[in-house]
């Protein structure tokens, strides 16, 4: 993962959240789920989720935030994150989804690099491959 940004509803959030902290409906649901993407989505739209016979999101516990060499705020995954039996496509990113009755987008964010998957093939985030910045 590149680097994963705020949607604007995430950045709605955070800066209600700053302002109110103690409103209800303003904090994510737990657990955070991350979904994949065949294409990308915006700040305000979401990308195409990948597909197959046996993937489902995954969950995302993030580790403990920590700051980066440029002082960016990263969380990362402190676990495997694996996605089982994939459609053949192409993993060009990522977003981070709540778990509220009606999912709310989180962040989004392209890979490094796309990742080419054949038919049934897994896909995995290795231990701190999936960082998410807050600028």
Known sequence: MAEGVLTNTGEDRVLQWLRAP???GIAPVLPYMVR????????????????????????FAPGVPFADTDGDF???NPAIMRYEQLNASTIVGAEIWDSAGTPIRWA????????????????EFAIGK??????
């Open 36 to 59: 994949l993407l065949t294409a990308l989505g915006s700040d305000t739209v979401a990308g195409t989720q990948a597909t197959g016979p046996s993937y489902s999101p995954q969950t």
């Open 22 to 24: 103690t409103t209800s």
């Open 130 to 135: 999936c960082r998410w910045k807050m600028r």
């Open 74 to 76: 990263v969380m990362q």
């Open 108 to 123: 989004q964010g392209a890979l490094d690099a796309n990742v080419t998957v054949a038919q049934g093939a897994p896909f």
